[in-house]
């Protein structure tokens, strides 16, 4: 079952803009995972946050995580053409060993 | 270099006739999974091993198979492919046994067309 759903399904912005997309679960998780995905290669993971986490910040990435709006966000800050890839969510629910994956969004930034 | 690697890359096939994709990771990982890829769903589990013989089901299991008889790899098997099997397949692995709880290391991907 699809568990994770990013929102927009699709983004394009200017080279230096932010990228901000959503991803929203239905059951309480573990920790919920950010990945990137570059046309035709594997996933590269970017960011994991543990549910009784806010906010984790890895150089140009933020994430935030709301557990009781079921809910967390991927910010890009200053983006570049070398972001341009899909980003997925995927979470890990509690007393469970599968990670459920959303359908992903696409960002393509614009030079 | 760390990594997972995957064989083939890429494969055309016809229905019903058996084949392995093989995954193997030199990290000396507990948690390794297969995932398949279609547009519009995001990737979907097809079975999970935490540890040397453990394997269990993920989301989508049915017509696939998978054997860890050694920790460093964990082949898929398609004994009787059909078209619906058609996808972007996906092998992972993570250090410990509940690997969900970390990142997760991704292969390059298998694209199999199955005729």
């Known amino acids: 079952s699809q568990q994770g759903e990013e929102d927009p399904q699709a983004l394009s912005i200017q080279e230096g803009e932010n990228a901000t997309m959503n991803c929203s679960y239905k059951?309480?998780?573990?920790?919920l995972q950010w990945y990137r995905q570059n046309s035709g290669r594997g996933l590269v993971h970017l960011i994991l946050i543990r549910s009784n986490e806010r906010e984790k910040h890895s150089g140009r990435l933020r994430v935030t995580l709301d557990t009781s709006k079921k809910s967390s966000s991927l910010l890009i800050t200053a983006s570049r053409a070398a972001d341009t890839a899909s980003y997925f969510c995927a979470t890990a629910t509690i007393n469970d060993y599968k990670l459920s994956f959303g359908a992903g969004t696409t960002v393509t930034v614009r030079a | 270099e760390a990594q997972v690697t995957q064989n083939p890359r890429y494969l055309i096939t016809v229905t019903g006739k058996k084949l392995t994709v093989t995954c193997s990771q030199n990290?000396?990982?507990?948690?390794m999974s297969w995932y398949r890829q279609d547009p519009g769903l995001g990737l979907r589990q097809i079975y999970y091993s935490m540890n040397v013989e453990v394997t269990d089901k993920g989301d989508v299991p049915e017509g696939y198979k998978v054997s860890r008889k050694e920790k460093r790899n964990f082949p898929l098997i398609l004994e009787s492919p059909s078209p619906n099997q058609t996808s972007l397949y996906f092998c992972?692995?993570?250090?410990?046994?509940?690997?969900?709880?970390?990142?997760?290391?991704f292969g390059d991907g298998t694209r199999l067309s199955i005729l």
């Open positions: 059951t309480s998780i573990n920790n």
């Open positions: 992972a692995s993570s250090p410990q046994p509940t690997g969900v709880n970390q990142p997760q290391h």
């Open positions: 990290m000396n990982h507990e948690y």
